[in-house]
């Protein structure tokens, strides 16, 4: 056992990377075997499915050119070379097919679930959670073969361990490409449509939600998919592999690189993140609700589960690899193997706290939402007033969690421990985002129920406490998104700081090396500060922006429809769908790439004028991307459960003055939480790998 943990860790994670797609692969079979209702639920969900994959063969094709272009300069010897050229390739792909095959089981499993909702709450739940899982699984499953198969290929090619490292920061940098266009682009359409529905279906035409009359409700259903789905599967795969790439790259520094002892602590990584998968498997097999039952402690079962077998795992190869710290290299001097034991289940915990204060400034149950959705009871303005105070005061705990775990994990095993913690946290990802992906099912399930005029008692009793647990459930996968950001981040930097000083001494620079420090006295570093520090608000004006943009091109279409098609609200003239999805595609398309360009191109060209200038930048952007990001997802999620809360009979319930200020706030909140504050995660990782790739061009300058 000793000596497989300690030499075998790239066929542990092929192994395990290998057996979580099967798993994906059998969902995918069992889900589409399920029944999809009758004819006009399946022309419903053919509409979504045509709109989905038309927008998102549209983004892939525009980010292509963009990643066509970024291949061939990488492909530069001093801007990367062949190895991070390739490894850029293979990130872009596996990130794009993880969205890609998410999001097409979910745009599948939404009319399977909405069938399955006529027989009742298990049935629904299950089909809804297999689908979502289908995504959570693969992200593992590809993130593992990507980064493990790629790693051990250059070895196997005879590149040096270090070498091999660099290769896989290249895959990095493909993965969070594909995440940043998918976020930003997918958050701008699916908002875009969700505002321009609600704002004229709801409030000035006086629909119901997802009423078939409203033009824009196939865009908005489209919209749950490309944004929920396929964004958020693009950004837990760029953020899983580059903390895998990061730890691995910061182990490598703190050992004697290419020594057995290294090559054993740089694969430990690896093998937690392959053992965690597995858990995770065990851990989705055992979500399932009974009649009555809580959906959200169903849920938590099965993360429950999968932190638990992941921790009793851990101890396995930790105790195998421990037996070598000794002969590791200096940063190991002073650990221990109960040393490293205790930072993976710092990052668990760390895990299971994120999630349980995200879920009380988000979910039904708790005070914050019952504010906001009393507050609504005074007009829009106290609506807002409430959530946006309450955004603010969700950031507090999550910091408070998240630089306690650094505190621990650095004075037990300093750098190397923390990382530890993050890819511990990391390991989890399957079955959370098996929780995220799971919303977008149930919204669109209860979409088409109310289009396709299934009985009342489907929606009420099975497809809306469904969406309101997704709503929950899709906020909480963002906070665990963001703080592991933040966490993987912090590595990166570290990454870019060590990897500057070789840099620096291979270049025979050495008495800059010598001087190199990102010290608060130096000027330099305080306005890299200030840069870095706006950077996540520059970015997050952008994409609010430009969901204005789209809601406002929504709003004038529907408006047009309704005047122009008066037999729309009779039913007597059928709405033109395909329009509005029109409208959103572009929009999105075009919008996006500004923002996403920001932490490509700032890095470099401030990297270029200091390079203390730019380890500010990296600190910067980290702090005021977590707490920025953090405000908008939480305060998000409060508005839009604030809204269900009413509409399940609360403060007058759906039509009172209460309501339509929790539409207001709804309507502010979808952009926040759903397209600024996610995409702020893939911004932070992607500023700290530019900086990190961009480090020959910047010695260079020095």
Not at 198 to 211: F, H, N, R, S, T
Not at 365 to 389: F, M, Q, Y
Not at 464 to 469: E, G, N, R, S
Request: proline share 3%; glycine share 12%.
């Amino acid at each position: 056992m000793e000596t497989l943990f300690q030499q075998h860790a790239v066929l542990i994670a092929l192994f395990c990377g290998a057996a979580t797609v099967l798993y994906g692969l059998a969902l995918i079979r069992w889900v589409l075997a399920k029944p999809q209702g009758n004819d006009e639920m399946r022309a419903i969900a053919a509409a979504i499915q045509e709109g989905a994959a038309a927008y998102l063969s549209r983004q892939y094709r525009t980010v292509a050119v963009v990643a066509v272009a970024l291949t061939a300069i990488l492909f530069v010897p001093d801007l990367g070379g062949w190895r991070v050229s390739v490894g850029f390739v293979i990130g872009a792909a596996l990130s794009a097919a993880a969205g890609f095959i998410g999001m097409n089981v979910a745009v599948r499993a939404n009319v399977r679930t909405a069938e399955a909702a006529r027989t009742g709450l298990s049935e629904a739940m299950s089909i809804a959670f297999k689908g979502g899982t289908v995504t959570g699984i693969l992200v593992v499953g590809l993130g593992l073969l990507g980064v493990a198969g790629y790693y051990g290929a250059l070895k196997a090619g005879g590149q040096t361990q270090n070498d091999a490292i660099r290769g896989l920061v290249g895959l990095g940098f493909g993965g969070s490409l594909i995440s940043v266009f998918a976020r930003v682009g997918g958050g701008i359409f699916t908002k875009g449509a969700d505002v321009g529905a609600d704002l004229v279906g709801k409030i000035e035409a006086g629909i119901p939600e997802d009423d078939p009359r409203n033009p824009a409700v196939i865009a908005d259903n489209v919209g749950d998919n490309v944004g929920d789905d396929a964004g958020m599967a693009a950004d837990l795969f760029e953020t899983y592999a580059v903390t895998i790439v990061a730890s691995m790259l910061l182990l490598d520094h703190a050992t004697n690189s290419g020594t057995a002892a290294s090559q054993a602590i740089v694969g430990l990584p690896l093998i937690l993140a392959g053992l965690s998968g597995l858990a995770s498997i065990v851990g989705t097999l055992l979500v399932r609700v009974k009649p009555g039952g809580s959906i959200m402690n169903a849920l938590y079962v099965g993360v429950l589960v999968s932190a638990i077998i992941s921790a009793g795992l851990f101890l396995l190869p930790i105790t195998a690899i421990g037996k070598v710290f000794a002969s590791a290299g200096a940063g190991f001097a002073d650990i221990t193997t109960s040393d490293f034991i205790i930072c993976a289940m710092v990052g668990l915990v760390i895990t299971a706290l994120l999630m349980a204060i995200t879920e009380y400034y988000t979910g039904t149950r708790w005070k914050p939402v019952k504010d906001v959705s009393e507050a609504s009871t005074t007009g829009h303005a106290t609506n807002i007033i409430s959530g946006l105070a309450y955004s603010m005061q969700a950031t507090a705990a999550p910091v408070v969690v998240i630089g306690g775990g650094i505190l621990i994990a650095n004075k037990l095993a300093a750098l190397p421990g923390i990382a530890i913690a993050v890819v511990s946290m990391l390991s989890m990802a399957g079955v959370i985002i098996a929780l995220d992906a799971f919303g977008p099912v149930t919204d669109n399930a209860g979409g088409i129920a109310e289009m396709a005029n299934l009985p009342h008692e489907v929606r009420d009793s099975v497809t809306d406490p469904l969406d309101a647990v997704g709503n929950t459930t899709k906020a909480v996968t963002k906070g665990y998104a963001i703080g592991s950001a933040g966490l993987a981040a912090l590595v990166l930097f570290a990454s870019y700081r060590d990897e500057l000083k070789l840099r620096l001494i291979a270049d025979h620079k050495g008495a800059i090396a010598s001087t190199l420090s990102f010290d608060l006295g130096n000027a330099w570093v305080v306005v890299g500060l200030l840069v870095g520090g706006a950077m996540p608000f520059l970015f997050a004006s952008f994409c609010m922006s430009a969901v204005g943009k789209a809601g406002k091109a929504v709003v004038e279409e529907v408006r047009r429809q309704f005047r122009e098609k008066p037999g729309i609200m009779d039913y007597s003239e059928k709405p033109e769908y395909g329009a509005c999805v029109d409208i959103v595609t572009k929009t999105a398309l075009r919008e996006m790439m500004v923002p996403a360009m920001i932490p490509v191109a700032i890095p470099v060209i401030v990297g270029i004028i200091s390079m203390q200038m730019l380890g500010g930048l990296l600190v910067g952007t980290i702090v005021t991307g977590l707490f920025l990001a953090i405000a908008m997802t939480s305060g998000g999620g409060a508005w839009d459960n604030a809204k269900k809360l009413i509409e399940d009979g609360a403060h007058g319930g759906k039509g009172s003055i209460a309501h339509q200020a929790a539409i207001t706030g709804d309507t502010v909140g979808d952009p926040y939480k759903d397209t600024a504050g996610p995409a702020i995660n893939p911004m932070i990782k992607i500023a700290n790998i530019v900086a990190i790739l961009a480090i020959p061009l910047i010695v260079h300058f020095a």
